[in-house]
């Protein structure tokens, strides 16, 4: 027995650290970084908990989803047509950049190259890019310029994807890929198909615009690198060579934050749950210390979608932003311009909504989070908290019908005031350790009113 347990711990021992040192060295490319240098370097980021998303390409013309590509299987010369017509002629980012501010959003990331591997920037590596259509001009450049004039942070999104380059090898989702069922795929129609395709020309390609971006335009502060799919016939971090990737964007930026989509967990930054409800956001992130941000769309598409008609109201999207902070989380909101360089008139209507309500409630989303232990939420309520100035917000998603609401524990609470308009709240004695909150019967003009609780 204990022969047989020698020979087990001579094989497991070896394995184990190995295992360790392989966790250790897998992307971990901060590895020398100290938790202080980390929370400095995600400060500006976990203070600000709301961000734009910008996705911009020449899928806004044909304006059914930027995925269009794959879904009607076109190959390059059919989408040409895109490219010859592509002519933002109404394209102001300084428009987009006080929309973003307005809203409360304190940056903003923008699509420099989707899936369809089109360039928003004059790269020297390609001829696929804005400057050579139409419209003839860098648009990231003027991007950059009109956040900074506004105050915003600047991020970019950079897709690892490219459906255009001739050396990127044709994967499961690729517009060219086999025509047939992805059960009846086989090795050798991928193994046909990528003949002459060389991935390490794709690779160094990647390298190259990653560089560029992180080089001609200043301080980027987030890296939105979009996305792996370690799947049979899809990409993974090989493919990318992931490390290599984050080593050269941590050298040439090293304050930058990069989010986690490159298949090489510990290199991330930030989570990047997409498209959950704000029910699934609370399953899976309440209670933990995590750094994580949402992305969501206004409606069904990334990119403008002329006819998608999904779209989510202003109570739905406050929900959505007030359940991330209260679970430690940012949330970026996206805008797929038009074909025009405009938001359309969808968009604008949300972001006033939204915009309505930050001018009264930001005080309850920036530089909040989860509430502290020993706090529980109200029945129809979200809390958020904020730390420097012991304050607790209470967001009413449904309004009292009776005007009560219990608050405890009840040793805790100095003070209590609507946050839109600093009016006071008065309670009553409660049962158990609480104090019941005694509101106005009618809900006042706040799509979602919030009471500002200053704690003992
Ligand atoms: C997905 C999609 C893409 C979108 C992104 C945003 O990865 O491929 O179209 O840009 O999510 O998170």
Redesign the pocket.
């Known amino acids: 027995m204990s022969r047989m347990l020698g020979r087990l711990s001579f094989l497991t021992i070896p394995l184990a650290v190995w295992l360790v040192v392989l966790f250790f060295c897998q992307g971990a490319v901060y590895a020398d970084e100290t938790p202080e240098q980390r929370d400095h370097r995600m400060a500006w980021w976990r203070d600000a908990r709301f961000g734009m998303?910008i996705?911009f390409g020449l899928y806004a013309l044909p304006a059914r989803h930027?995925?269009v590509r794959n879904y009607e299987r076109i190959p390059n010369e059919a989408y040409e047509k895109y490219f010859e017509r592509f002519d933002p002629d109404l394209y102001q980012p300084r428009q987009w950049a006080k929309a973003a501010k307005a809203a409360g959003m304190k940056y903003v990331v923008l699509?420099t190259k989707?899936?369809e591997g089109f360039c928003l920037f004059d790269s020297k590596y390609t001829d696929y890019k804005s400057t050579n259509t139409p419209y003839g001009r860098d648009l990231v450049r003027e991007f950059v310029e009109a956040c900074r004039a506004e105050g915003l942070r600047v991020g970019f999104?950079y897709s690892l994807l490219d459906w255009h380059h001739p050396d990127y090898t044709i994967d499961k989702i690729h517009p060219l890929r086999p025509n047939c069922e992805e059960k009846q795929y086989t090795q050798e129609m991928f193994d046909r198909l990528n003949a002459g395709r060389d991935m390490v020309k794709y690779r160094q390609y990647m390298k190259d615009q990653v560089r560029e971006l992180l080089t001609n335009y200043g301080k980027i502060d987030v890296l939105w690198l979009?996305?792996s799919f370690p799947e049979k016939f899809g990409k993974n971090r090989n493919d990318w060579d992931s490390e290599g990737l984050v080593k050269l964007v941590r050298s040439l930026q090293p304050d930058i934050l990069l989010n986690n989509r490159l298949d090489l967990p510990q290199s991330a930054d930030f989570d990047?749950p997409?498209q959950k409800t704000a029910a699934e956001l609370r399953k899976q992130y309440e209670g933990k210390q995590l750094d994580w941000e949402t992305?969501q769309t206004f409606s069904g598409s990334?990119g403008y979608h002329r006819d998608e008609k999904t779209w989510k109201s202003v109570p739905e999207l406050l929900t959505l932003l007030i359940t991330s902070v209260a679970n430690g989380g940012n949330l970026l909101l996206n805008v797929g311009p038009t074909g025009r360089g405009e938001f359309d008139y969808r968009a604008k209507d949300r972001l006033q909504g939204l915009a309505d309500w930050m001018h009264f409630n930001r005080r309850s989303i920036y530089g909040c989070t989860r509430a502290p232990d020993g706090f529980s939420a109200p029945t129809d309520t979200l809390l958020t908290y904020h730390p420097k100035s012991n304050r607790l917000y209470m967001h009413l998603l449904k309004y009292p019908k009776d005007g009560k609401l219990v608050f405890g524990p009840a040793d805790r609470l100095a003070y209590a005031q609507f946050l839109h308009d600093a009016s006071e709240i008065r309670w009553n004695e409660g049962d158990h350790n609480t104090r019941v909150l005694r509101l106005p019967v009618d809900k006042p003009p706040v799509t979602i009113p919030v009471i500002e609780i200053f704690l003992k």
């Open positions: 998303f996705h930027e995925w699509t989707h899936h999104y979009d996305y990047t997409e992305c990334w």
